[in-house]
């Protein structure tokens, strides 16, 4: 498999450098946080641990892939990029299944470009067997990039090798500027060595007059301010600095596992959802011939894939209406806790947890600045439970510029 997926890389080869600049699409997606089958029994005690969770189906996400596979061979775009924690715990069975499930967009021509997450490599996995959870080794960095050899890294036009970054040409005017901050002995920090090595790709794409879209896994800007150490990369600033110098003016990530664009300095950061969340959306990267770019999310149609394939899960055949259902349990579950209190009317303890259920589910699908309850429901909180380390999350929520997420440039 890995031999075959190589040779298609490397057939599919580049455009020339004397045609002219062609419109081009991309689709980002990331956090598939894929878990083979092999590693779970599906039991009482594994899906206990993912209803209290964070709101990820992942008993359902080799379905999902399947799904997403399907319908972006039905798009067929120029490329797919995947920035990161594309498997739950970094086990070989699900990197491999994974590499599998993805080979027929290689084999459709389209370029894959994967990098890890911090889910991904060098740590531990587990397999769920009853109430056992058993630790077993996560892939080695080398073993991740011979896996997904044909998917990004045969193709590579060079590779970083401090870390699993990379350079991918999808033409001679475009290139993918792939940072891994995982891939590394120092973890979720873009270190000097890869800096170096990211500054002399620069250069060459600035000889060559190409555009320049940067991908990471960890968050180059901040996108909240309750999300910013460990979930934006460590010396950000220093890419930045780099980003300015050599006018790059894109980026994309992921790991927030919410819909979210940021913009500072003239560079935008947009941070992809987690695709195993409700509404299991991707995000299309249009790029006209003169290098202008729009941005818009999709979610993926697991219904209709599971109806056309035979499949008689009711969850599956009903599945925008069982995810979004599932992210809600967790968000409720979480807000129980916070609402047990015997001196809370029962009316304001029933909107209050309805207010935050619609206000999380909105914050990660990017439509929070649709939101029409937020000053009411975060003023019931504020009387309610003045005291509650839950209101800081919401205030931080109340913070964001009234924008959709799902959609750039902002008018």
């Given at each position: ?72 061979l ?6 797919v ?9 970094g ?49 080695t ?74 991908v990471?896994h ?54 992809s ?33 599971a ?42 303890r ?25 000053g ?7 009387k309610?439970?003045?005291d ?24």
């Amino acid at each position: 498999m890995l031999a075959f997926l190589t040779a298609l890389a490397t057939l599919s080869g580049c455009a020339s450098s004397k045609e002219p600049p062609k419109a081009l699409s991309i689709v980002f997606a990331s956090d598939l946080h894929h878990l083979s089958p092999e590693m779970t029994d599906y039991g009482e005690n594994f899906m206990d641990i993912i209803k209290h969770g964070d709101g990820k189906v992942t008993h359902y996400t080799t379905e999902i892939t399947k799904a997403f596979v399907s319908q972006i061979l039905s798009v067929s775009p120029d490329a797919v990029v995947l920035s990161g924690d594309i498997t739950l715990n970094g086990d070989a069975t699900s990197h491999e299944e994974l590499a599998v499930m993805l080979a027929p967009l290689v084999e459709a021509g389209i370029g894959v470009y994967v990098i890890p997450g911090n889910h991904d490599v060098d740590g531990t996995a587990y397999i769920f067997s009853g109430e056992d959870i058993l630790p077993i080794d996560a892939v080695t960095i080398p073993e991740f990039a011979e896996i997904y050899d044909g998917l990004g890294y045969s193709s590579a036009f060079s590779r970083d090798e401090s870390s699993l970054s990379y350079t991918a040409k999808l033409n001679e005017d475009l290139w993918l500027l792939m940072i891994d901050v995982n891939g590394n002995d120092a973890k979720s920090i873009i270190t000097e060595n890869t800096l170096s090595w990211a500054k002399k790709q620069l250069e060459k794409a600035k000889k060559a007059g190409a555009t320049v879209i940067g991908v990471s896994h960890q968050n180059l800007l901040v996108h909240s301010s309750r999300f910013q150490f460990g979930y934006q990369m460590v010396m950000a600033e220093d890419l930045i600095a780099l980003y300015k110098k050599y006018g790059v003016k894109t980026h994309f990530s992921g790991h927030l596992h919410i819909q979210h664009i940021q913009e500072e300095s003239g560079i935008t950061d947009i941070a992809s959802s987690c695709i195993a969340v409700s509404p299991s959306q991707y995000g299309v990267l249009s790029i006209a011939s003169d290098r202008s770019m729009s941005y818009q999310t999709y979610p993926v149609d697991v219904s209709a894939w599971a109806s056309q394939n035979g499949v008689t899960d009711e969850n599956l055949l009903n599945f925008a209406q069982y995810s979004a259902d599932f992210f809600d349990y967790t968000t409720e579950y979480k807000t129980i806790a916070r609402l047990e209190s015997d001196t809370l009317p029962e009316e304001d303890r029933e909107e209050m947890k309805a207010f935050a259920i619609e206000a999380n589910r909105r914050y990660f699908d990017g439509t929070l600045s649709i939101f029409l309850n937020f000053g009411s429901g975060l003023a019931l909180w504020k009387k309610n439970l003045p005291d509650s380390s839950y209101i800081s999350y919401i205030e931080s929520m109340a913070q964001e510029s009234p924008r959709d997420m799902n959609r750039w440039p902002w008018e």
